[in-house]
């Protein structure tokens, strides 16, 4: 099952004996992840898959919201479709430009790069599909862009199935793994990416005859605490003449990625350090009933965590969290959803990373699918209950009304565009009005997220056609 997501200025100048001063040289980027525009804030992509572009119903195109001193700013954006001038493509109905999306920087200029996954793009006459564009990051943001056209051995259908950037052979430079419905099922351009689309290599991983996962989700980061990312690759293995949902993490080395750990499965993960110990830890979503084809789901949905070691995986026995925890908000309903969608983020300065946690199938009232989206405390002990947050429409300082099929939750995002050490809560009700979509911002404090000055917003705002469009599909940055 998969898972429905901008003049450097020269003064001329004469003069017999003098010339004015000469202009301040550009400041030089940033390299904070996330930062497109390299101005020491991160940045914020928001994806409208279904969106209009070009005239063309489901074309799809991707919002950008920079971030400043006080946060993401909804008056600084842009909109970028392949109807957009320095953007490879036509638009053409259900490319649905946008719904697969990650940043990193892949040409190692500083700047950071946004992905954009169009698997649904057809190439030319023929029955093959799939292109990976890149919008590169420069002092004036997102302007010009690259189609990664080099094709992945054997095939390269649905090229752009998944996208994760990483470090993954530890040399200091952003890989990207991308996924395809083809053997082989991953393959990764190693960096540096040049803006002509080559890589310096394409690995191919041959995921299912090597694990027998088939591939699904690409989640990068780091577990091991060494200069290397490591690749969790998502996805289904066949058990008992049947299926259930499994993960495996491929370590990231010097000389490549090699296939280590079969673990928890699910339809959304990330890779974050909940503990403070140095090691990455792995948290996977299943928002899918417990059965025995989805071992890590649970009742109405659960989240894994996986503990990293420096050798990977550790020991110790992973941790499931439902809304049955105890200090969780809420209580675990049949078909929540709880799980759906993830991110991380350290929301009150303390070190330890926090996780979101959408279950935009939320019953609320008598509205269903209204959703919630709760955020889970990372501790010395780990991922815990205790503490835990939960927002939706209906929380006091929200913005909107619980209304049914919304699906608030339906992408997270902790991002601190800020800069002040906290990760502010972004989170999307992609079926908002009728399919359009929105956005809201949560503000972080000592205390973690609050509602407490919370906006909203929906495509309109930044220049974008609204109807439709399932405004907040996938978030990234």
């Known amino acids: 099952m998969r898972k429905r997501t901008l003049l450097l200025a020269t003064a001329l100048t004469t003069g017999l004996l003098t010339a004015l001063p000469a202009a301040p040289a550009a400041a030089a980027p940033s390299g904070l992840s996330g930062d497109f525009n390299g101005d020491g804030h991160r940045d914020l992509a928001i994806a ?16 950008v919201v920079y971030g400043t001193a006080a946060g993401l700013d909804s008056a600084k954006r842009q909109i970028i479709s392949q109807a957009t001038d320095g953007i490879p493509g036509v638009p053409e109905a259900g490319d649905h430009f946008g719904d697969r999306l990650t940043t990193g920087d892949l040409d190692d200029d500083g700047y950071t790069d946004l992905i954009v996954g169009v698997h649904a793009e057809r190439i030319g006459s023929t029955d093959e599909s799939g292109v990976i ?5 420069g002092a004036t943001g997102l302007k010009t862009a690259t189609d990664l056209t080099t094709p992945l051995p054997d ?28 053997s082989p099922e991953v393959g990764v351009f190693q960096g540096p990416v ?16 090597e694990t027998g996962i088939s591939t699904d989700q690409l989640v990068a980061g780091n577990v091991t605490g060494d200069d290397a990312a490591e690749l969790l690759v998502m996805g289904q293995q066949e058990s008992n003449g049947g299926f259930r949902t499994r993960s495996v993490l491929y370590k990231g080395s010097a000389d490549g990625l ?70 969780v908000p809420g209580a675990a309903e049949k078909n929540d959803r709880f799980g759906w969608s993830l991110s991380a983020g350290d929301t009150n300065g303390d070190g330890y990373a926090d996780i979101a946690v959408g279950a935009p199938y939320e019953v609320i009232g008598s ?29 006091t300082g929200v913005p909107g009304a619980v209304e049914a099929y919304d699906s608030f939750g339906y992408a997270v995002r902790l991002t601190d565009a800020s800069g002040d050490g906290r990760a502010e809560l972004v989170t999307s009700a992609a079926f908002e009005n009728s399919g359009d979509g929105a956005v809201w911002l949560l503000k ?18 930044l220049g974008g056609l609204a109807a439709d469009a399932a405004f907040g599909d996938v978030l990234a940055g």
């Open 48 to 63: 409208a898959p279904l969106g209009k572009a070009g005239g063309k119903t489901g074309a799809g195109y991707v919002a």
């Open 133 to 137: 564009t890149v919008v590169w990051g």
């Open 155 to 182: 095939s390269r259908n649905e090229l752009g199935w998944s996208v994760a950037a990483g470090d993954f052979d530890g040399d200091g430079v952003t890989d990207l793994a991308a996924a395809n419905n083809a």
């Open 194 to 209: 040049s803006r002509t689309g080559k890589a310096s290599a394409l690995l191919p991983l041959y995921v299912h005859s």
């Open 258 to 327: 090699r296939p280590g750990s079969t673990l928890a499965g699910g339809y959304a993960g990330v890779i974050a350090d909940v503990d403070k110990d140095g090691h990455g830890d792995i948290v996977t979503g299943n928002f899918m009933e417990k059965t025995a084809d989805e071992p890590n789901g649970g009742p109405g949905g659960a989240v894994t965590v996986t503990y990293g070691a420096p050798g990977g995986v550790s020991t110790r026995t992973p941790v499931r969290i439902t809304q049955d925890t105890t200090g």
């Open 367 to 395: 509205a269903k699918q209204a959703g919630t989206v709760t955020v889970l405390r990372g501790s010395a002990s780990g991922l815990t209950g205790s503490g835990a947050k939960s927002f939706s429409q209906d929380t």
């Open 444 to 461: 972080s404090t000592a205390s973690g997220v609050t509602a407490t000055g919370s906006t909203s917003f929906g495509a309109a705002t």
